[in-house]
């Protein structure tokens, strides 16, 4: 799920389109990295810094 953070605009975070992704995966996907990557690939999606 990507979603607009609207209180860290009105504090006048400086950024103009602040997005928070918030993703959970099970099964193959929670356990296997390279399936992840694999998947973000594909989908046109860039990893966020922590797994």
């Known amino acids: 799920m990507d979603a607009h953070h609207l209180c860290t605009q009105m504090r006048g975070v400086r950024e103009l389109h ?3 992704r918030t993703t959970a ?3 193959a996907y929670g356990t296997n990295a390279s399936l992840r990557a ?3 690939d594909l989908a046109g999606l860039q990893r ?3 797994e």
């Open 18 to 20: 602040p997005m928070t």
């Open 25 to 27: 995966f099970t099964g």
């Open 48 to 50: 966020g810094v922590r």
């Open 38 to 40: 694999e998947f973000y």
